[in-house]
């Protein structure tokens, strides 16, 4: 049973859920965003698996997930990105914020998220139980395809996209 730490609005936690619980719940819990990009600055992104429990087919940043109890957001990003990817880069916090989203499954996404960058130049090799598809792309086209087809992507990779990209661009190693 994978659970989230439940977190106040200062990321202060405040008791473990069941993962799908606290989604069914919408209430406030821990997570990360990692984007890694090439060196020609081009952003990995993925396909999220069909299957997942929400956002299914969905176009996302390179890894996004939870920590575990006892366990550092840089060492539950490291964890997923190995488990999602197949491959470990160093991370850089870049930024935080809360977001909340509600999904037409009655699921919600209410998440304090940690926003880290990395640099990788190799082919992934992705967990085909997480990741449908991936690629390497250019930020202003996925920037041009987010106003074209807005419902193509998460709702987390959209908000950091458009209003949390300066933060990403300035730490980002290319």
Request: aromatic share 10%; hydrophobic share 35%.
């Given at each position: 049973m994978e659970e989230v730490i439940l977190v106040n609005e200062k990321d202060e936690p405040i008791g473990l859920m069941e993962k799908l619980q606290?989604?069914?719940?919408?209430?406030?819990?821990?997570?990360?965003?990692?984007?890694?990009?090439?060196?020609k600055g081009e952003l990995l992104i993925h396909q999220r698996a069909k299957d997942k429990y929400?956002?299914?087919?969905?176009?996302?940043?390179?890894?996004?997930?939870?920590?575990?109890?006892n366990e550092t957001v840089m060492e539950a990003a490291s964890r997923r990105l190995q488990e999602e990817m197949g491959f470990v880069v160093p991370l850089e916090k870049v930024d935080e914020f809360i977001y909340k989203?509600?999904?037409?499954?009655?699921?919600?996404?209410?998440?304090?998220?940690?926003?880290?960058?990395?640099?990788?130049?190799e082919v992934p090799n992705p967990n085909r139980g997480e990741v449908q598809d991936w690629?390497?792309?250019?930020?202003?086209?996925?920037?041009?395809e987010i106003k074209?087809?807005?419902?193509?992507?998460?709702?987390?990779?959209?908000?950091?996209?458009?209003?949390?990209l300066e933060n990403i661009i300035q730490k980002a190693n290319y």
């Amino acid at each position: 049973m994978e659970e989230v730490i439940l977190v106040n609005e200062k990321d202060e936690p405040i008791g473990l859920m069941e993962k799908l619980q606290a989604h069914k719940q919408g209430l406030l819990h821990r997570a990360f965003s990692v984007f890694v990009f090439n060196r020609k600055g081009e952003l990995l992104i993925h396909q999220r698996a069909k299957d997942k429990y929400h956002c299914g087919g969905l176009w996302t940043n390179t890894c996004c997930s939870h920590p575990r109890e006892n366990e550092t957001v840089m060492e539950a990003a490291s964890r997923r990105l190995q488990e999602e990817m197949g491959f470990v880069v160093p991370l850089e916090k870049v930024d935080e914020f809360i977001y909340k989203a509600e999904f037409e499954n009655g699921l919600t996404e209410y998440e304090y998220d940690h926003i880290l960058v990395g640099s990788f130049d190799e082919v992934p090799n992705p967990n085909r139980g997480e990741v449908q598809d991936w690629k390497y792309v250019s930020v202003e086209t996925v920037l041009d395809e987010i106003k074209i087809n807005p419902d193509k992507f998460t709702y987390w990779f959209i908000e950091i996209m458009t209003n949390r990209l300066e933060n990403i661009i300035q730490k980002a190693n290319y």
